[in-house]
């Protein structure tokens, strides 16, 4: 039976490169937030109540209006909360039905949200990413082209690090600091092990 592993971590900690040197070693990764952007654009249900709630103009030419629909969300929770009530239970049984057709050792669903969702109780073993908040803010506004006020505004929205990371079984440091390719090959290497002794999780 092949090993469900989670990988998870806040805005900037890096999950999605730790992510990408599990798939270098042949790992599948399914990434929940890819999955949730191509399911708004394909899945017919999730589309008629976005456009039913938001308006035509949450779509352009059948493709979903990322910038409007991003201006309709931010600092409103009834309107994010909405949005999330649409999209995460869809994006939820789609990694579910990736995950079944999984046959390797182990395979990796890299989500920022798996306490937050509950989809913690479909997974074998969680890895926590951790990075400094300081760390964390200066790679977002670099990879997102954001204020320090907007990156904080987000991070203050997301669980508290520290709280998430007791949560996990794991945590991967990505401070920069300490060599991050050898923890994920340890890393590798226990899971590989356990993969062979499911019953001991």
Not at 96 to 119: H, L, N, V
Request: proline share 2%.
């Amino acid at each position: 039976m092949t090993l469900r592993v989670g990988i998870t971590g806040g805005m900037g900690s890096g999950k999605s490169t730790v992510s990408e040197i599990f798939k270098t070693l042949g790992i599948p990764v399914y990434k929940a937030d890819d999955a949730a952007k191509r399911l708004m654009n394909e899945d017919q249900t999730v589309k008629t109540a976005l456009i039913k709630y938001f308006g035509e103009q949450v779509y352009l030419d059948g493709k979903l209006n990322r910038q409007y629909l991003g201006e309709q969300v931010f600092n409103n929770k009834e309107k994010l909360s909405f949005l999330n009530s649409v999209v995460h239970p869809v994006t939820i049984s789609d990694g579910q039905r990736w995950m079944q057709k999984q046959s390797g050792a182990y395979a990796i669903k890299e989500a920022a949200i798996i306490f937050e969702s509950g989809t913690q109780r479909y997974l074998d073993y969680i890895i926590g990413v951790y990075a400094p908040v300081t760390l964390r803010i200066f790679r977002s506004k670099k990879r997102d082209n954001l204020t320090q006020q907007e990156v904080k505004a987000r991070i203050n929205k997301q669980m508290d690090d520290a709280i998430k990371m007791k949560l996990c079984d794991i945590v991967i440091i990505n401070d920069e600091q300490q060599a991050l390719l050898p923890q994920v090959l340890k890393l590798h290497e226990a899971l590989l092990k356990m993969s062979l002794q499911p019953e001991k999780i």
